[in-house]
């Protein structure tokens, strides 16, 4: 089992950051494909960025050179890096963890945390 806590969302100025942490238990983000996903309201969840055991990283067009997913192995700890915020950026980011392959696909992943809410103001 894994447990997970996102932290770092709010409200935010356009073209502003954010960084975003997700903290884990029970087994060490190492082990597992982890990613972040987001879900804006009466929208499907969609990808964000994912991360590997290996390091390889994917992220979404979308966000491809304004947002960076890394990890903290000694603090267990996933971020997401958030740069030049646009108001369409706006929604509940998810941190997921044991998916498989290269990440993108949302029911692939096992464990998931609640959610923190990310708005960008124009």
């Known amino acids: 089992q894994v447990q997970l806590v996102e932290s770092g969302g709010g409200l935010v100025q356009a073209g502003g950051s954010l960084r975003l942490s997700c903290a884990a238990s029970?087994?060490?983000?190492?082990?597992?494909?982890m990613g972040w996903f987001r879900q804006a309201p009466g929208k499907e969840r969609e990808f964000v960025a994912a991360?590997?055991?290996?390091?390889?990283?994917n992220y979404a067009d979308s966000v491809k050179g304004r947002f960076t997913i890394s990890r903290d192995n000694a603090k267990n700890t996933l971020y997401l890096q958030m740069n030049s915020l646009k108001p369409e950026d706006t929604a509940v980011y998810y941190c997921?963890?044991?998916?498989?392959?290269?990440?993108?696909?949302?029911?692939?992943?096992?464990?998931w945390g609640q959610g923190t809410q990310v708005t960008v103001s124009s």
């Open positions: 997921a963890a044991d998916g498989i392959g290269s990440g993108y696909y949302a029911p692939s992943y096992a464990y």
């Open positions: 029970g087994r060490a983000v190492s082990s597992y494909v």
């Open positions: 991360i590997r055991w290996s390091d390889n990283t």
